[in-house]
């Protein structure tokens, strides 16, 4: 009888223990598990950081570049505006008599071509 005390005694200790080992061991492996996803989301963060601030390098570029492009723009303009008008002015001046020596040099260089 005694031997089956023991027995008896041996078994819940082993159960016991085994239990006690699992729990253990199950919270090990999750606080490592937590460990491990905090690591990965650090990761990831930094990851997002660093394509956020190289895509903000690239749209502060992109607007400078609009910006200096629009100046260019609003510069060739006028210079087309100032070029119009000289243009106009001349045309004024040009000569526009019938008797003018240029219009007759200029019909008769016509008439040879």
């Known amino acids: ?8 005694i041996g078994i819940l200790g082993t159960i016991v223990s085994a239990s006690v080992a699992h729990l253990l ?3 090990k492996y999750s606080a490592d598990v937590d460990k491990i996803i905090l690591e990965n989301i650090d990761k990831a963060f930094a990851l997002y950081k660093k394509v956020t601030e190289e895509t903000d390098k690239k749209v502060d570029e992109v607007i400078d570049d609009y910006k200096t492009l629009k100046s260019e723009n609003v510069a060739m303009k006028e210079e087309l505006d100032f070029l119009k008008k000289q243009v106009e ?10 008797s003018c020596d240029k219009r007759k040099k200029a019909k008769t260089e016509t008439k040879d071509k």
């Open 25 to 27: 061991t199950k919270r």
């Open 1 to 8: 009888m005694r031997e089956y005390i023991i027995a008896g």
């Open 89 to 98: 002015e001349l045309k004024e001046i040009s000569c526009t008599m019938k």
